[in-house]
C-alpha cells in the first residue's frame, strides 16, 4: 500500500509557483522521498528526492519538514507542459519496489 | 544517451494467448523493473531484475515471468492471457546505486481482447 497522501488534483496558473504537498507520516529514517511526473500517456518521468535535507535541481526543489512527516515539491514557474500527474513515494534503499499511489493531477491554465 | 526502448509499443491479443514484451535499459544500467499501470490499480510493480537476478517481485499470479539477459536486456511474459491483463506495461531502469533514479520507458499498450 502506499505510504503517502496527495490532494487528488490542483490548479496553478501558467508562470506562478505550483506547490504540491505530500504526507508520509509513517516514513522510516531510512527512507527517502522521491518525486515522479506522468504526462499523459508517457512514462513516469523522475523528478527529484531527498532524504532530509531540501534538495533543489533544474525541474523542482523539495521541501522535507524537519519532522520528515511531510514535504513540498515546488515547480517555481509552471508552464502548461507541466500539467501532469505528480506521484510521491518514499522507498527504502536496495531492491525496494517504487509504491505508486494516486498521485496529485496538476492542471496548468494560461 | 538512448532511453529506455519498449517494444512492441502496441499490441493486440485473444484471451488465452501469451505475450512476450521487449526492454532495453539505459546503457550502463544493470537494473530493470517492469510495472503494470491501469486505469483501476494505477501503476503496480511487477518484478525487478539486477544482474540476471530477480531481486524482488510483487504480487501477481504466476502468469507472470520474466527474465534479463546478460547485456541488460530484459523480456516479460504473460501467459493465458485474461481481459484484465489489458494495461500499460512500464519498464524502468537504473544505475546500481541502490537508491538512483529511475528511468522509465514510454510502455507497451497491451489489448487482450
Known amino acids: 500500500d502506499a505510504k503517502t497522501t496527495q490532494p487528488p488534483s490542483m490548479d496553478c496558473a501558467e508562470g506562478r509557483a505550483a506547490n504540491l504537498p505530500c504526507n508520509h507520516s509513517?516514513?522510516?529514517?531510512?527512507?527517502?522521498v522521491y518525486w515522479y511526473r506522468q504526462i499523459h500517456s508517457q512514462g513516469p518521468q523522475y523528478i527529484i528526492h531527498g532524504l532530509k535535507n531540501n534538495e533543489t535541481n533544474e525541474m523542482a526543489s523539495l521541501i522535507i519538514t524537519e519532522d520528515r512527516k511531510s514535504s513540498t515539491l515546488i515547480l517555481p514557474h509552471a508552464t502548461l507542459r507541466d500539467t501532469a500527474v505528480y506521484y510521491c513515494?518514499?522507498?527504502?534503499?536496495?531492491?525496494?519496489?517504487?509504491?505508486f499511489g494516486t498521485g496529485t493531477r496538476l492542471l496548468v491554465s494560461p | 544517451k538512448a532511453g529506455v526502448t519498449q517494444t512492441p509499443r502496441y499490441l493486440i491479443k485473444t484471451r488465452g494467448q501469451q505475450v512476450t514484451l521487449s526492454c532495453s535499459p539505459i546503457?550502463?544500467?544493470?537494473?530493470v523493473s517492469w510495472y503494470q499501470q491501469t486505469p483501476g490499480q494505477g501503476l503496480q510493480f511487477l518484478f525487478e531484475?539486477?544482474?540476471?537476478?530477480?531481486?524482488n517481485k510483487g504480487n501477481f499470479p504466476g502468469r507472470f515471468s520474466g527474465r534479463q539477459f546478460s547485456n541488460s536486456r530484459s523480456e516479460m511474459n504473460v501467459s493465458t492471457l485474461e481481459l484484465g491483463d489489458s494495461a500499460l506495461y512500464l519498464c524502468a531502469s537504473r544505475e546500481a546505486d541502490a537508491h538512483g533514479e529511475l528511468f522509465f520507458g514510454e510502455g507497451s499498450r497491451l489489448t487482450v481482447l
Open positions: 531484475y539486477f544482474s540476471e537476478t530477480q531481486r
Open positions: 509513517t516514513i522510516s529514517g531510512n527512507e527517502y
Open positions: 513515494i518514499v522507498r527504502a534503499t536496495g531492491f525496494q519496489k517504487l509504491v
Open positions: 546503457s550502463g544500467h544493470r537494473s
